[in-house]
Protein backbone atom coordinates (compact mmCIF):
# COMPACT_ATOMS: atom_id res chain seq x y z
CA UNK A 1 0.00 0.00 0.00
CA UNK A 2 0.90 3.21 -0.85
CA UNK A 3 0.37 5.11 2.66
CA UNK A 4 3.32 2.84 4.14
CA UNK A 5 5.12 6.05 2.84
CA UNK A 6 5.11 9.10 4.36
CA UNK A 7 4.23 11.12 2.02
CA UNK A 8 1.98 14.35 1.38
CA UNK A 9 -1.81 13.36 1.61
CA UNK A 10 -2.47 14.99 -1.40
CA UNK A 11 -0.29 12.73 -3.66
CA UNK A 12 -1.57 9.80 -2.18
CA UNK A 13 -4.94 11.15 -3.10
CA UNK A 14 -3.59 11.10 -6.59
CA UNK A 15 -1.84 7.70 -6.08
CA UNK A 16 -5.41 6.71 -5.09
CA UNK A 17 -7.10 8.37 -8.07
CA UNK A 18 -5.24 6.89 -10.27
CA UNK A 19 -5.54 3.89 -9.17
CA UNK A 20 -2.71 2.35 -7.93
CA UNK A 21 -2.62 -0.11 -4.96
CA UNK A 22 0.00 -1.86 -4.59
CA UNK A 23 3.75 -0.06 -5.18
CA UNK A 24 6.20 -1.78 -7.37
CA UNK A 25 9.83 -2.89 -6.14
CA UNK A 26 11.26 -0.43 -7.86
CA UNK A 27 8.95 2.03 -5.38
CA UNK A 28 9.38 0.07 -3.11
CA UNK A 29 13.09 0.19 -2.62
CA UNK A 30 13.77 4.19 -3.67
CA UNK A 31 11.04 5.87 -2.67
CA UNK A 32 11.44 5.88 1.63
CA UNK A 33 15.30 6.74 0.77
CA UNK A 34 14.46 9.45 -1.35
CA UNK A 35 12.06 10.70 1.06
CA UNK A 36 14.58 10.79 3.45
CA UNK A 37 16.86 13.10 0.82
CA UNK A 38 19.37 10.20 0.50
CA UNK A 39 21.08 10.34 -3.26
CA UNK A 40 20.35 7.16 -5.34
CA UNK A 41 21.73 5.72 -8.33
CA UNK A 42 18.96 3.07 -9.67
CA UNK A 43 19.10 0.28 -12.05
CA UNK A 44 15.70 0.04 -13.51
CA UNK A 45 13.80 -0.73 -16.41
CA UNK A 46 10.74 1.38 -18.40
CA UNK A 47 7.86 -0.56 -17.06
CA UNK A 48 9.05 -1.04 -13.41
CA UNK A 49 7.27 1.59 -12.07
CA UNK A 50 10.53 3.69 -12.39
CA UNK A 51 8.70 6.87 -13.13
CA UNK A 52 6.43 7.22 -9.92
CA UNK A 53 9.73 6.11 -8.06
CA UNK A 54 11.11 9.65 -8.52
CA UNK A 55 8.29 11.74 -9.30
CA UNK A 56 6.76 11.56 -5.98
CA UNK A 57 9.52 11.87 -3.49
CA UNK A 58 10.06 14.49 -5.56
CA UNK A 59 6.74 16.79 -5.83
CA UNK A 60 6.93 15.69 -1.68
CA UNK A 61 9.95 18.07 -1.45
CA UNK A 62 8.25 20.55 -3.58
CA UNK A 63 4.85 20.89 -1.53
CA UNK A 64 5.11 21.17 1.74
CA UNK A 65 7.52 24.28 0.88
CA UNK A 66 5.92 28.37 1.38
CA UNK A 67 9.44 29.11 -1.23
CA UNK A 68 8.59 31.93 -3.22
CA UNK A 69 10.01 30.10 -6.33
CA UNK A 70 12.00 32.68 -9.18
CA UNK A 71 13.55 29.96 -10.75
CA UNK A 72 12.85 25.99 -11.41
CA UNK A 73 12.99 24.32 -8.38
CA UNK A 74 13.38 20.60 -10.03
CA UNK A 75 14.65 19.23 -13.14
CA UNK A 76 14.05 15.74 -15.07
CA UNK A 77 16.71 15.48 -17.39
CA UNK A 78 16.24 11.87 -20.08
CA UNK A 79 17.34 10.87 -23.83
CA UNK A 80 14.10 11.52 -25.89
CA UNK A 81 11.30 13.55 -26.69
CA UNK A 82 8.51 10.76 -26.32
CA UNK A 83 9.98 9.55 -22.61
CA UNK A 84 9.78 13.50 -22.03
CA UNK A 85 6.28 13.43 -22.77
CA UNK A 86 5.36 10.31 -20.74
CA UNK A 87 7.35 11.70 -18.00
CA UNK A 88 5.09 15.11 -18.04
CA UNK A 89 1.55 13.46 -18.23
CA UNK A 90 2.93 11.00 -14.89
CA UNK A 91 3.96 14.51 -13.34
CA UNK A 92 0.84 15.79 -13.81
CA UNK A 93 -0.75 13.11 -12.66
CA UNK A 94 0.51 12.76 -9.29
CA UNK A 95 0.67 16.57 -9.11
CA UNK A 96 -3.43 16.91 -9.86
CA UNK A 97 -4.16 18.21 -6.56
CA UNK A 98 -1.13 20.74 -5.71
CA UNK A 99 -0.34 24.17 -7.03
CA UNK A 100 2.59 22.30 -8.76
CA UNK A 101 3.26 23.14 -12.18
CA UNK A 102 5.39 21.67 -14.76
CA UNK A 103 6.98 21.86 -18.15
CA UNK A 104 8.83 20.21 -20.34
CA UNK A 105 11.53 21.30 -23.25
CA UNK A 106 12.54 18.86 -26.05
CA UNK A 107 13.93 19.21 -29.34
CA UNK A 108 11.86 19.76 -32.22
CA UNK A 109 9.29 22.06 -31.09
CA UNK A 110 8.96 25.96 -31.70
CA UNK A 111 12.16 28.03 -29.15
CA UNK A 112 10.16 31.03 -29.10
CA UNK A 113 6.89 29.22 -27.88
CA UNK A 114 9.46 27.09 -24.82
CA UNK A 115 10.83 30.70 -24.00
CA UNK A 116 7.37 31.77 -22.74
CA UNK A 117 6.85 28.89 -21.13
CA UNK A 118 10.11 29.14 -19.53
CA UNK A 119 9.19 32.90 -18.38
CA UNK A 120 6.24 31.99 -16.12
CA UNK A 121 8.81 29.58 -14.43
CA UNK A 122 7.52 25.88 -13.83
CA UNK A 123 8.35 24.39 -10.55
CA UNK A 124 9.25 21.18 -12.66
CA UNK A 125 11.45 20.71 -16.03
CA UNK A 126 11.51 18.06 -17.69
CA UNK A 127 13.61 17.92 -21.17
CA UNK A 128 16.39 16.73 -23.83
CA UNK A 129 20.18 17.66 -22.81
CA UNK A 130 20.27 19.38 -26.54
CA UNK A 131 17.08 21.71 -26.09
CA UNK A 132 17.80 22.60 -22.36
CA UNK A 133 21.87 23.74 -23.95
CA UNK A 134 19.95 25.75 -26.30
CA UNK A 135 17.78 27.88 -24.17
CA UNK A 136 20.93 28.36 -21.52
CA UNK A 137 22.88 29.82 -24.32
CA UNK A 138 20.35 31.92 -24.82
CA UNK A 139 19.52 33.02 -21.39
CA UNK A 140 15.77 31.31 -21.33
CA UNK A 141 16.67 28.83 -18.57
CA UNK A 142 18.52 29.55 -15.48
CA UNK A 143 18.91 26.06 -12.93
CA UNK A 144 20.83 28.09 -10.15
CA UNK A 145 17.86 27.52 -8.13
CA UNK A 146 17.45 23.26 -8.43
CA UNK A 147 17.00 21.52 -5.46
CA UNK A 148 16.50 18.20 -6.70
CA UNK A 149 18.23 16.79 -10.14
CA UNK A 150 16.70 13.53 -12.12
CA UNK A 151 18.63 11.87 -14.63
CA UNK A 152 15.96 9.47 -15.83
CA UNK A 153 17.65 6.84 -18.64
CA UNK A 154 21.00 8.01 -17.97
CA UNK A 155 22.87 5.05 -19.87
CA UNK A 156 20.93 6.02 -22.66
CA UNK A 157 21.56 9.60 -22.53
CA UNK A 158 25.63 8.26 -22.60
CA UNK A 159 24.48 6.22 -25.88
CA UNK A 160 23.14 9.13 -27.90
CA UNK A 161 26.36 11.15 -27.21
CA UNK A 162 24.31 13.60 -24.44
CA UNK A 163 27.54 13.20 -21.97
CA UNK A 164 28.86 16.98 -22.08
CA UNK A 165 26.14 18.51 -22.29
CA UNK A 166 24.46 16.13 -19.16
CA UNK A 167 27.95 17.09 -17.55
CA UNK A 168 27.40 21.00 -18.04
CA UNK A 169 23.19 21.26 -17.13
CA UNK A 170 24.51 19.46 -13.63
CA UNK A 171 27.24 21.61 -13.31
CA UNK A 172 24.41 24.54 -13.45
CA UNK A 173 22.37 22.69 -10.93
CA UNK A 174 25.03 23.25 -8.47
CA UNK A 175 22.74 24.07 -5.68
CA UNK A 176 21.33 21.38 -5.88
CA UNK A 177 19.91 18.99 -2.41
CA UNK A 178 19.52 16.01 -3.88
CA UNK A 179 20.31 13.70 -7.29
CA UNK A 180 18.77 10.70 -8.77
CA UNK A 181 20.17 8.62 -11.28
CA UNK A 182 18.35 6.06 -12.97
CA UNK A 183 19.70 3.65 -16.04
CA UNK A 184 18.28 0.49 -17.37
CA UNK A 185 21.63 -1.21 -17.59
CA UNK A 186 24.71 -1.14 -14.92
CA UNK A 187 26.12 0.52 -18.30
CA UNK A 188 30.20 1.03 -18.90
CA UNK A 189 32.45 2.96 -17.75
CA UNK A 190 31.05 6.32 -18.90
CA UNK A 191 28.01 5.62 -16.79
CA UNK A 192 30.25 4.86 -14.08
CA UNK A 193 32.29 8.31 -13.77
CA UNK A 194 29.46 9.89 -14.47
CA UNK A 195 27.50 8.40 -11.28
CA UNK A 196 30.97 9.07 -9.26
CA UNK A 197 31.25 12.86 -10.23
CA UNK A 198 27.07 13.50 -9.69
CA UNK A 199 26.02 11.64 -6.91
CA UNK A 200 26.60 12.21 -3.25
CA UNK A 201 27.22 9.25 -1.10
CA UNK A 202 24.47 7.39 -3.35
CA UNK A 203 22.80 4.23 -2.82
CA UNK A 204 22.82 1.95 -5.06
CA UNK A 205 19.21 -0.31 -5.52
CA UNK A 206 19.92 -2.48 -8.22
CA UNK A 207 16.30 -3.90 -9.61
CA UNK A 208 16.70 -5.32 -12.93
CA UNK A 209 18.19 -8.24 -12.62
CA UNK A 210 18.18 -9.46 -16.37
CA UNK A 211 20.34 -6.19 -16.81
CA UNK A 212 23.33 -8.31 -14.93
CA UNK A 213 23.65 -10.41 -17.81
CA UNK A 214 26.75 -9.64 -19.68
CA UNK A 215 26.54 -9.01 -23.29
CA UNK A 216 30.18 -10.79 -24.07
CA UNK A 217 28.22 -13.85 -22.68
CA UNK A 218 27.10 -16.22 -25.44
CA UNK A 219 24.29 -18.21 -23.84
CA UNK A 220 23.37 -22.09 -25.59
CA UNK A 221 21.40 -25.13 -24.88
CA UNK A 222 22.52 -28.30 -25.35
CA UNK A 223 20.18 -31.35 -25.38
CA UNK A 224 19.93 -34.39 -23.08
CA UNK A 225 18.29 -37.65 -23.14
CA UNK A 226 18.99 -37.75 -19.34
CA UNK A 227 21.39 -37.50 -16.32
CA UNK A 228 23.98 -40.29 -17.68
CA UNK A 229 23.85 -37.92 -21.01
CA UNK A 230 24.07 -34.70 -19.27
CA UNK A 231 27.20 -36.13 -17.27
CA UNK A 232 28.98 -36.90 -20.23
CA UNK A 233 28.19 -33.63 -22.21
CA UNK A 234 29.42 -32.37 -18.60
CA UNK A 235 32.76 -34.22 -19.22
CA UNK A 236 32.93 -33.37 -23.07
CA UNK A 237 32.52 -30.12 -22.21
CA UNK A 238 35.19 -29.44 -19.60
CA UNK A 239 37.48 -31.36 -21.77
CA UNK A 240 36.96 -29.42 -25.01
CA UNK A 241 36.11 -25.56 -23.91
CA UNK A 242 38.63 -23.26 -23.55
CA UNK A 243 38.28 -21.80 -19.89
CA UNK A 244 39.82 -20.39 -16.91
CA UNK A 245 36.95 -20.95 -14.18
CA UNK A 246 33.95 -23.00 -14.82
CA UNK A 247 30.68 -23.27 -12.54
CA UNK A 248 28.26 -26.17 -12.65
CA UNK A 249 24.87 -25.50 -11.24
CA UNK A 250 22.85 -28.59 -10.15
CA UNK A 251 19.35 -27.90 -8.45
CA UNK A 252 20.08 -30.56 -5.91
CA UNK A 253 22.20 -31.63 -3.47
CA UNK A 254 22.29 -35.39 -4.32
CA UNK A 255 23.05 -34.14 -7.95
CA UNK A 256 25.90 -31.87 -7.00
CA UNK A 257 27.69 -34.75 -5.00
CA UNK A 258 27.38 -37.78 -7.44
CA UNK A 259 28.55 -35.11 -10.39
CA UNK A 260 31.27 -34.38 -8.50
CA UNK A 261 31.85 -38.20 -7.75
CA UNK A 262 31.93 -38.29 -11.48
CA UNK A 263 34.35 -35.72 -12.18
CA UNK A 264 36.81 -36.64 -9.47
CA UNK A 265 36.65 -40.58 -10.37
CA UNK A 266 37.42 -38.95 -14.41
CA UNK A 267 40.22 -37.16 -13.00
CA UNK A 268 38.62 -33.47 -13.25
CA UNK A 269 40.04 -31.41 -9.84
CA UNK A 270 36.60 -30.01 -8.75
CA UNK A 271 35.16 -28.73 -5.45
CA UNK A 272 31.74 -29.30 -4.82
CA UNK A 273 29.39 -26.64 -2.73
CA UNK A 274 26.02 -27.14 -1.35
CA UNK A 275 23.53 -26.68 1.72
CA UNK A 276 25.07 -29.72 3.67
CA UNK A 277 28.81 -28.15 3.70
CA UNK A 278 30.24 -26.24 6.48
CA UNK A 279 31.52 -22.70 6.22
CA UNK A 280 35.03 -24.43 6.49
CA UNK A 281 34.46 -26.31 3.45
CA UNK A 282 33.06 -23.50 1.53
CA UNK A 283 35.88 -20.97 2.19
CA UNK A 284 38.71 -23.74 0.94
CA UNK A 285 36.59 -24.41 -2.00
CA UNK A 286 36.04 -20.70 -2.66
CA UNK A 287 40.14 -20.03 -1.96
CA UNK A 288 40.93 -23.17 -4.19
CA UNK A 289 38.80 -22.00 -7.45
CA UNK A 290 39.83 -18.03 -6.81
CA UNK A 291 43.78 -19.23 -6.60
CA UNK A 292 43.51 -21.00 -9.68
CA UNK A 293 44.40 -24.27 -8.43
CA UNK A 294 40.88 -25.88 -8.81
CA UNK A 295 38.77 -24.70 -12.15
CA UNK A 296 35.80 -26.03 -11.90
CA UNK A 297 33.14 -25.63 -8.96
CA UNK A 298 30.37 -27.95 -8.59
CA UNK A 299 27.37 -26.04 -6.99
CA UNK A 300 23.38 -25.66 -5.61
CA UNK A 301 22.21 -22.03 -6.04
CA UNK A 302 21.74 -21.46 -2.43
CA UNK A 303 25.53 -22.29 -1.50
CA UNK A 304 27.20 -20.29 -4.63
CA UNK A 305 24.42 -16.98 -3.73
CA UNK A 306 27.56 -14.18 -2.98
CA UNK A 307 29.94 -16.03 -4.85
CA UNK A 308 31.96 -13.77 -6.84
CA UNK A 309 35.00 -15.24 -8.74
CA UNK A 310 37.06 -13.40 -11.00
CA UNK A 311 37.74 -15.03 -14.37
CA UNK A 312 34.97 -17.44 -14.43
CA UNK A 313 34.13 -17.75 -17.71
CA UNK A 314 31.92 -20.78 -18.41
CA UNK A 315 28.90 -21.87 -16.49
CA UNK A 316 26.57 -25.16 -17.07
CA UNK A 317 23.04 -25.37 -15.73
CA UNK A 318 23.55 -28.83 -15.18
CA UNK A 319 19.86 -28.61 -14.26
CA UNK A 320 17.72 -25.46 -15.38
CA UNK A 321 17.16 -23.23 -12.95
CA UNK A 322 13.70 -22.58 -11.34
CA UNK A 323 12.94 -18.96 -12.15
CA UNK A 324 14.24 -16.46 -14.75
CA UNK A 325 16.16 -14.65 -11.86
CA UNK A 326 17.74 -17.51 -10.78
CA UNK A 327 18.85 -18.13 -14.59
CA UNK A 328 20.14 -14.47 -14.45
CA UNK A 329 21.92 -14.66 -11.04
CA UNK A 330 23.71 -18.07 -12.08
CA UNK A 331 25.24 -16.34 -16.03
CA UNK A 332 25.39 -13.04 -14.46
CA UNK A 333 28.80 -14.25 -12.64
CA UNK A 334 30.16 -14.91 -16.40
CA UNK A 335 31.79 -12.61 -18.65
CA UNK A 336 32.04 -9.62 -16.25
CA UNK A 337 33.57 -6.48 -16.78
CA UNK A 338 34.13 -7.02 -20.56
CA UNK A 339 35.16 -10.03 -20.35
CA UNK A 340 33.74 -13.21 -22.85
CA UNK A 341 31.57 -15.93 -21.21
CA UNK A 342 29.82 -18.97 -22.00
CA UNK A 343 26.45 -20.08 -20.42
CA UNK A 344 25.25 -23.49 -21.30
CA UNK A 345 22.08 -24.93 -20.37
CA UNK A 346 21.56 -29.06 -20.27
CA UNK A 347 17.86 -29.44 -21.13
CA UNK A 348 16.05 -33.01 -21.11
CA UNK A 349 12.69 -32.56 -21.74
CA UNK A 350 11.65 -32.24 -18.41
CA UNK A 351 13.37 -28.80 -18.36
CA UNK A 352 12.29 -27.82 -21.98
CA UNK A 353 9.27 -25.99 -20.59
CA UNK A 354 11.59 -23.71 -17.80
CA UNK A 355 13.66 -22.63 -20.63
CA UNK A 356 11.02 -21.67 -22.66
CA UNK A 357 10.31 -19.70 -20.09
CA UNK A 358 13.26 -17.83 -19.20
CA UNK A 359 13.63 -17.40 -22.90
CA UNK A 360 10.69 -15.69 -23.34
CA UNK A 361 11.47 -13.41 -19.38
CA UNK A 362 15.08 -12.61 -21.21
CA UNK A 363 13.29 -11.50 -24.37
CA UNK A 364 16.23 -13.48 -26.21
CA UNK A 365 16.67 -17.24 -27.63
CA UNK A 366 19.44 -19.31 -26.60
CA UNK A 367 21.66 -20.58 -29.06
CA UNK A 368 21.09 -24.50 -30.11
CA UNK A 369 24.05 -26.83 -29.98
CA UNK A 370 24.53 -29.72 -30.90
CA UNK A 371 28.08 -31.76 -30.05
CA UNK A 372 28.89 -34.24 -32.72
CA UNK A 373 29.15 -37.54 -31.37
CA UNK A 374 27.64 -37.22 -28.41
CA UNK A 375 23.86 -36.27 -30.08
CA UNK A 376 21.11 -37.68 -28.21
CA UNK A 377 17.63 -39.22 -29.25
CA UNK A 378 15.97 -36.09 -27.28
CA UNK A 379 16.05 -33.04 -29.57
CA UNK A 380 13.18 -31.18 -27.92
CA UNK A 381 9.53 -31.53 -27.96
CA UNK A 382 8.37 -32.78 -31.34
CA UNK A 383 5.73 -29.88 -31.85
CA UNK A 384 5.78 -26.78 -29.92
CA UNK A 385 2.94 -24.06 -28.49
CA UNK A 386 3.72 -20.23 -29.67
CA UNK A 387 5.09 -19.72 -26.49
CA UNK A 388 7.50 -22.30 -27.39
CA UNK A 389 6.48 -24.76 -24.87
CA UNK A 390 6.46 -28.31 -25.48
CA UNK A 391 2.79 -28.90 -26.83
CA UNK A 392 1.07 -31.80 -25.50
CA UNK A 393 -1.60 -33.67 -27.28
CA UNK A 394 -4.91 -32.31 -25.04
CA UNK A 395 -3.72 -29.09 -25.85
CA UNK A 396 -4.80 -29.16 -29.68
CA UNK A 397 -7.45 -26.91 -29.20
CA UNK A 398 -5.16 -23.52 -28.79
CA UNK A 399 -4.39 -24.35 -32.58
CA UNK A 400 -7.86 -23.44 -34.11
CA UNK A 401 -7.11 -20.15 -31.88
CA UNK A 402 -4.29 -19.01 -33.67
CA UNK A 403 -5.42 -16.76 -35.70
CA UNK A 404 -6.54 -14.62 -32.64
CA UNK A 405 -3.27 -14.99 -30.91
CA UNK A 406 -1.26 -11.58 -30.47
CA UNK A 407 1.65 -11.41 -32.85
CA UNK A 408 5.10 -11.16 -30.76
CA UNK A 409 6.87 -7.96 -30.81
CA UNK A 410 10.60 -8.17 -32.41
CA UNK A 411 13.04 -9.45 -29.63
CA UNK A 412 15.78 -6.91 -28.17
CA UNK A 413 19.25 -8.33 -29.04
CA UNK A 414 20.17 -11.91 -29.36
CA UNK A 415 23.44 -13.10 -28.41
CA UNK A 416 25.84 -13.63 -31.26
CA UNK A 417 23.72 -13.03 -33.95
CA UNK A 418 21.59 -15.66 -33.00
CA UNK A 419 18.57 -16.46 -35.78
CA UNK A 420 15.11 -16.28 -33.71
CA UNK A 421 13.47 -19.82 -35.41
CA UNK A 422 10.12 -20.45 -35.61
CA UNK A 423 8.57 -20.32 -32.39
CA UNK A 424 9.34 -16.67 -31.96
CA UNK A 425 9.76 -15.29 -28.65
CA UNK A 426 6.87 -14.09 -26.95
CA UNK A 427 7.24 -10.97 -24.74
CA UNK A 428 4.50 -9.87 -22.59
CA UNK A 429 2.21 -7.52 -24.14
CA UNK A 430 3.51 -4.44 -23.57
CA UNK A 431 6.85 -5.50 -24.99
CA UNK A 432 7.95 -5.55 -20.82
CA UNK A 433 8.94 -7.56 -18.37
CA UNK A 434 6.16 -8.29 -16.07
CA UNK A 435 6.87 -6.37 -13.01
CA UNK A 436 6.62 -9.25 -10.42
CA UNK A 437 9.23 -11.98 -10.80
CA UNK A 438 8.90 -15.46 -9.54
CA UNK A 439 10.98 -15.73 -6.40
CA UNK A 440 13.79 -18.19 -6.80
CA UNK A 441 13.86 -21.61 -4.92
CA UNK A 442 15.94 -22.73 -2.45
CA UNK A 443 17.74 -25.63 -2.97
P1 LIG B 1 7.29 3.34 -15.79
O1 LIG B 1 8.21 2.19 -15.54
O2 LIG B 1 7.53 4.45 -14.85
O3 LIG B 1 7.37 3.77 -17.23
O4 LIG B 1 5.79 2.87 -15.50
C1 LIG B 1 5.12 1.92 -16.28
C2 LIG B 1 3.61 2.03 -16.14
O5 LIG B 1 3.18 1.48 -14.91
C3 LIG B 1 3.08 3.45 -16.16
O6 LIG B 1 1.95 3.47 -16.98
C4 LIG B 1 2.71 3.72 -14.74
O7 LIG B 1 1.65 4.65 -14.65
C5 LIG B 1 2.30 2.36 -14.23
N1 LIG B 1 2.56 2.17 -12.80
C6 LIG B 1 3.65 2.58 -12.12
N2 LIG B 1 3.56 2.23 -10.84
C7 LIG B 1 2.40 1.57 -10.68
C8 LIG B 1 1.74 0.96 -9.56
N3 LIG B 1 2.29 0.94 -8.37
N4 LIG B 1 0.54 0.39 -9.78
C9 LIG B 1 0.00 0.39 -11.00
N5 LIG B 1 0.55 0.94 -12.09
C10 LIG B 1 1.75 1.52 -11.95
Redesign the pocket.
Known sequence: MFDQFALHERLLKAVAELK?????PV?VAAIPPALEGRDLRVTAQ???????AFVLPMLNRLIGDAVVRTDVRALILLPTRELAQ?TLK?VERFSQFTFIKSAMITGGEDFKVQAAVMRKVPDILIGTPGRMIEHLNAGTLVLKDVEMLILDEADRMLDMGFAEDVQRLVGECAKRQQTLLFSATSGGAALREMTASVLRDPLHLQLNRVSELNEGTRQQIITAENTEHKEKLVHWLLANETYKKAVIFTNTRVQADRLYGRLVAEGVKAFVLHGDKDQKDRKLAIDRVKEGGVKVLVATDVAARGLDIEGLDLVINFDMPRSGDEYVHRIGRTGRAGGEGLAISLICHNDWNLMSSIERYLKQRFERRVIKGLKGSYMGPKNLKASGKAAGTKKKKIEKKKGTEKKAKPAGKRPNGAKRESPSPVVSQDGIAPLKRKKPTAE
Open positions: FVEPTQTGSGKTAQE
